[in-house]
């Protein structure tokens, strides 16, 4: 995790949603002690302006891309005979 880099932008609403979720992450380690996991947790509930047509909030995009993958999953599982079910 030591790699990264940086790079310009001209997308003024990410830059704005990037600052939002600095001041967010600020207040909520001022309230509670520097938990990282509780943090992520925490700023993953935040509305997102370009999920607003969608699930809103990453927490919830995520919910939603988890069960798609799921149904996916579990529909071609079926079409094709799961592994699963035949060691039963």
């Keep these: 995790m030591d790699n990264f880099q940086y790079d310009k932008t001209a997308n003024r609403s990410l830059v704005g949603m990037l600052t939002q979720f600095s001041y967010l992450a600020e ?12 943090l992520s947790f925490k700023l993953s509930e935040t509305p997102c302006s370009p999920l607003y047509k969608s699930s809103i909030s990453p927490d919830r995009e995520l919910r939603r891309l988890i069960e798609t993958e799921w149904a996916v999953t579990a529909a071609n599982d079926q079409r094709s005979g799961s592994p699963l079910s035949e060691a039963d």
């Excluded at 207040?27 to 509780?38: I, P, Q, V």
Aim: aromatic residues 16%; positive net charge; glycine residues 8%.
């Design 27 to 38: 207040g909520y380690r001022d309230h509670r002690s520097a938990d990282l996991r509780w």
